[in-house]
């Protein structure tokens, strides 16, 4: 089992930036990535951007790619998203996700984090 909590969410002005982190604990052995997704209010959840633990390879969504940075601190069991450039629309709840290789599939999502909101204004 693991558990997944994210902060840092918050406000922000336009072309402000925000850093959101995931701190992972429980069983963290076996991580084979985490992501990052976000939610408005009657839209689906998106991808955002994904990174691999054991090679640090990233993925990005191509509306935050470039403005965007995801990292992990393996260490730490952490990953973190760095938010430049803040946009009105990445308003949403930003959720962290866990892929573990020993269940399921390779890059499906096994753990979910409660979410952190975050609002741009204007």
């Known amino acids: 089992q693991v558990r997944l909590v994210e902060s840092g969410g918050g406000l922000a002005q336009a072309g402000a930036s925000l850093r959101l982190s995931c701190a992972a604990s429980?069983?963290?052995?076996?991580?084979?990535?985490m992501g990052w997704f976000r939610q408005t209010p009657g839209k689906e959840r998106e991808f955002v951007a994904a990174?691999?633990?054991?090679?640090?390879?990233?993925y990005y969504a191509d509306s935050v790619k470039g403005r965007f940075t995801i990292n992990r601190d393996s260490a730490k069991n952490t990953v973190y998203l760095q938010m430049n450039s803040l946009k009105p629309e990445d308003t949403a709840v930003y959720y962290c996700?866990?892929?573990?290789?020993?269940?399921?599939?390779?890059?499906?999502?096994?753990?979910w984090g409660q979410g952190t909101q975050v609002t741009v204004s204007s």
């Open positions: 429980g069983r963290t052995s076996s991580i084979y990535g």
């Open positions: 990174v691999t633990w054991r090679t640090g390879n990233t």
């Open positions: 996700a866990l892929d573990d290789s020993k269940i399921g599939t390779i890059y499906d999502y096994d753990y």
